[in-house]
């Protein structure tokens, strides 16, 4: 299921991202990668606020629904 429809304060782990190469490479970056753990802070208006490798990441809901949980 996608990272969108998580409950809020749930460890997920991440097992597939999709997109174009790009948009894979920057969540990449951003520490969205295969096998780690990513867990939802908050959601509010569409936007979410995600706690991965110690860090809090703001994404849109289009974002996302591109990483597979």
């Known amino acids: 299921m996608p990272l969108s429809m ?7 782990r991440i097992r597939k991202i999709t997109g ?5 490479r920057h969540l990449e970056n951003l520490g969205f990668v ?4 990513v ?3 908050s ?3 569409g936007n979410m606020i995600l706690s991965i490798k110690g860090s809090r990441i703001a ?5 996302a629904n591109r990483i597979m949980i």
């Open 20 to 24: 174009k190469d790009e948009v894979r």
């Open 39 to 41: 867990t939802v802070v």
């Open 59 to 63: 994404l849109d809901k289009t974002m």
């Open 6 to 12: 998580a409950a809020v304060g749930v460890a997920n």
């Open 43 to 45: 959601q509010l208006a």
């Open 34 to 37: 295969t096998g780690e753990s």
